[in-house]
């Protein structure tokens, strides 16, 4: 059977859909469509964004089987509405984004069954249908970028907690007090993502740039700043690892391009593991990139 769906990845700056093959094996990716997420980034006009941007995807096409939409935002447990979107205006908060997305297709032709998970959840999922993860059944992936992004499957299932907030490994409380734009302090992603290793740089006059930095390892100063990142990132696998005993653990993002940085994580993360987990650890990079969470949104299940 070949089943289409379309995954949408609503980011704050780009919207990117993709229309997506499924005919029993792999998934593809038949069509891509990429726009600029509306400027206001309000309700009715990402709406219409959303829904033009399927428009153009299901021409010619007969049957869209469902649509999935990857929010950067936490959800509620029942996956209808956003609790908070931190980079779009307030009138998202509590909006029932299912039923809003549902109708705008509606008013265009378009009936097809609407799906939404958080964004980091969705890269995970990609993982499991199309990356790294196609046939295991537990992983974690971390997505390093502007944020510590991450997604937990276990059991074959997207672990979502009572509340929909499960798998908030940028928040994992590391080490330090730094305070977490969440509101907390301490958090693995304030000292591991690029936005705080890029601060560190710059008080040392070196680039702001990730990959430039990474690029500079051997210099004293250079290594300094790495090895907090490093660090921090692999006491955050660590940790993850022990209460969840994945199969294996992907790691995306803009920072995963940075040659080399699996295998730095990776003898980091043994040191930190208990001696049973140590010879266990597989630390993967994900190769699908931004594909990843356009393949978890389409595969959305529920
Ligand atoms: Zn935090």
Do not use: Q
């Not at 979107?85 to 032709?109: C, H, I, K, Q, Y």
């Not at 980091?268 to 593991?273: H, I, P, Q």
């Amino acid at each position: 059977m070949n089943a289409m769906r379309i995954g949408v990845d609503l980011g704050g700056h780009t919207l990117t859909a993709a229309l997506v093959s499924y005919d029993g094996e792999k998934p593809r990716i038949e069509k891509i469509d990429k726009s600029d997420t509306p400027r206001s980034r309000s309700v009715g006009e990402v709406m219409e964004a959303i829904a033009s941007a399927a428009e153009r995807l299901s021409e010619g096409i007969k049957k869209i089987d469902a649509m999935g939409v990857a929010v950067p935002g936490m959800l509620t447990a029942d996956r209808r509405r956003a609790l908070r979107m931190p980079n779009f205006p307030a009138e998202w908060d509590d909006l029932d984004v299912v039923d809003a997305v549902g109708r705008e297709l509606e008013s265009r032709g378009i009936r097809a069954p609407v799906r939404i998970e958080n964004d980091a959840n969705c890269y995970a999922l990609g993982e499991g249908s199309a990356g790294e993860a196609v046939g295991i059944s537990d992983f974690v992936v971390f997505t390093m970028g502007t944020g510590i992004g991450c997604g937990i499957v276990t059991g074959g299932r997207l672990l979502t907690g009572a509340y929909g907030m499960a798998g908030e490994g940028g928040h994992v409380v590391v080490r330090g007090d730094v305070p977490c734009g969440c509101g907390g302090k301490g958090h693995s992603e304030t000292l591991a993502a690029a936005d705080g290793t890029s601060a560190r740089a710059l008080a040392k006059g070196l680039p702001e740039d990730f990959e430039k930095l990474w690029k500079m390892k051997g210099n004293p100063a250079a290594d300094e700043v790495l090895d907090v990142t490093l660090d921090t990132m692999a006491r955050t696998i660590a940790t993850t690892s022990h209460l969840l005993d994945p199969r294996m653990v992907i790691i995306g993002g803009g920072m995963s391009r940075a040659e080399g940085i699996g295998d730095a994580l990776k003898s980091r993360t043994v040191e930190y593991l208990s001696r049973p987990f140590k010879k266990l650890l597989d630390i993967r990079i994900s190769r699908l990139g931004n594909e990843t969470a356009l393949y978890g949104a389409a595969s959305i299940d529920r």
